[in-house]
């Protein structure tokens, strides 16, 4: 079945002040531990991240990164059955 999504379904415009943050959060993910599945972000992963990059978050920007990622995995446990 395919067609035209209905628009309260459109996501929202991406929020290009933000591309920055969001590549942040690409570059932590792909650094992501893994066990069973994947790990949160932690606040090391966050330190390490700071210093090898040269990036220095504000804490808004820190509370961004965290939220990302708290999105993330519940969008990977909305998939389990």
Same mark, same amino acid.
């Given at each position: 079945?395919?067609? +035209?999504? %209905?628009?309260? &379904?459109?996501? *929202? *415009? /991406?929020?290009? %002040? @933000? =591309?920055? +943050?969001?590549?942040?959060?690409?570059?932590?993910?792909?650094?992501?531990? =893994?066990?069973?599945?994947?790990? %949160?972000?932690?606040?090391?992963? @966050?330190? &390490?991240?700071?210093? /090898?990059?040269?990036? +220095? *978050?504000? %804490?808004? #920007?820190?509370?961004?990164?965290? &939220?990302?990622? =708290? #999105?993330?995995?519940?969008? @990977?446990?909305?998939?389990? *059955?």
């Amino acid at each position: 079945m395919g067609g +035209v999504l %209905p628009p309260e &379904a459109e996501p *929202p *415009p /991406f929020p290009v %002040p @933000l =591309a920055y +943050v969001w590549s942040w959060f690409s570059q932590l993910h792909g650094a992501r531990g =893994a066990g069973f599945g994947p790990c %949160p972000l932690t606040w090391l992963d @966050l330190d &390490a991240w700071s210093r /090898f990059t040269g990036n +220095v *978050p504000t %804490p808004w #920007e820190v509370e961004l990164l965290m &939220a990302l990622d =708290a #999105e993330y995995l519940n969008s @990977l446990a909305d998939k389990k *059955p």
